[in-house]
């Protein structure tokens, strides 16, 4: 059974940094990255990794915000810096089965920027 779980959410002032972390097991990963759904939107894509460490980005949040991961604990990591208001949400965790090519999602962690 694959499982992804978030952490690292919370509150913080606009200009701040916060982190997330999201740790799947269950499955080995190709790519694995983060979504996000502000109230009233629709979810977007904040960031990818691949397994050989190539990334993507949504333009809104390059040079601010920075992915990583490592492939043995199957964990991905989100360093958001510089936090804006429009940078509220519910962040997802996203995971792509290298085997079965079956996408999984966590059940989301809320960043709040707010002062």
């Known amino acids: 059974q694959v499982r992804l779980v978030e952490s690292g959410g919370g509150l913080v002032q606009p200009g701040g940094s916060l982190g997330l972390s999201c740790a799947a097991s269950g499955d080995t990963f190709s790519t694995m990255g983060w979504y996000r759904q502000a109230p009233g939107k629709q979810r977007d894509l904040v960031a990818l990794?691949?397994?050989?460490?190539?990334?993507n980005y949504a333009d809104s949040v390059k040079g601010r915000f920075t992915i990583s991961g490592d492939n043995a604990k199957n964990t991905v990591y989100l360093q958001m810096n510089s936090l804006k208001p429009e940078d509220t949400a519910v962040y997802f965790c996203?995971?792509?089965?290298?085997?079965?090519?079956?996408?999984?999602w966590g059940q989301g962690i809320q960043v709040t920027v707010s002062s």
């Open positions: 990794i691949t397994r050989g460490g190539n990334t």
């Open positions: 996203w995971a792509l089965s290298l085997w079965t090519a079956i996408d999984y």
